[in-house]
């Protein structure tokens, strides 16, 4: 019995690592932003902490995809469905891009009533276009981090 509990302990700890660091990753770049733009004063770093809360609901949007791709493929691999497997990780890549090119399209044209919604300087909008422009390129590796994840043990 206590040899299937560290068993069981061991699996969760090999898939929700790499998953922590991830997110601990994503937060590390917005703190590493913030340090950088210390020395611009106070307007500058309110701007892009006003940023960070679009950029960590993109990556909500894109963490949701993930891990719903990863039950799937979890079942499939139960089930012995290897083109289950690459089927279900196609589509969800598909849908990271294509949600990532709505939150993006959404962003840019509502972009005018970010600096007003958040009482921050316009400087902000500059920061959240350079941020965007990685969203697409991180859909694509969270999900496929997500998928090799999943399938490593079998």
């Known amino acids: 019995m206590m040899k299937n509990i560290e068993k069981n302990m061991k699996q969760q700890l090999n898939l929700s ?6 997110c601990i990753i994503m937060i590390l770049i917005s703190m590493v932003d913030t340090f950088a733009i210390s020395c611009l004063g106070s307007t500058v770093i309110a ?18 995809i993930q891990v719903s791709n990863n039950v799937i ?27 990532q090119c709505i939150c993006i399209l959404l962003t840019i044209s509502f972009s005018h009533f970010i600096p007003t919604v958040f009482k921050v300087d316009n400087i902000c909008l500059i920061y959240l276009y350079i941020r965007i422009i990685g969203t697409i390129p991180s859909a694509i590796s969270t999900i496929i981090s997500g998928h090799l994840r999943t399938i490593r043990n079998v």
């Open 73 to 99: 493929i979890a079942r499939a691999i139960g089930n012995n469905d290897n083109e289950k497997i690459k089927k279900t990780t196609g589509t969800a890549v598909y849908l990271g891009i294509a949600f």
């Open 17 to 22: 690592v790499p998953s922590a660091i991830e």
């Open 47 to 64: 701007a892009v902490g006003a940023m960070v809360t679009i950029i960590n609901f993109l990556n909500l949007i894109l963490k949701s």
